[in-house]
């Protein structure tokens, strides 16, 4: 199974950018959204952004991550 989740982005060079998820930092490509900021969430994929997501919906969707792991124990 894949999933896509929800990163900050906190700087970019060209197509490539810092994100952080869940407190870790990442690498991700840029490549097939445009327009993305330092400061917006993305959705990552296999270390690409796919989709720029508000900030309410960037939380929610942690929000949810965090209630279904928290339900594994």
Not at 35 to 51: E, T
């Amino acid at each position: 199974m894949c999933l896509a989740v929800p990163a900050k982005v906190l700087k970019i060079d060209g197509q490539d950018a810092r994100v952080i998820l869940q407190g870790v930092e990442l690498d991700a490509r840029l490549d097939f959204v445009e327009g993305i900021s330092v400061g917006d969430w993305i959705l990552l994929h296999a270390g690409y952004a796919i989709q720029v997501l508000t900030e309410e919906d960037a939380q929610e969707t942690l929000d949810l991550w965090e209630e279904f792991i928290g339900g594994e124990e």
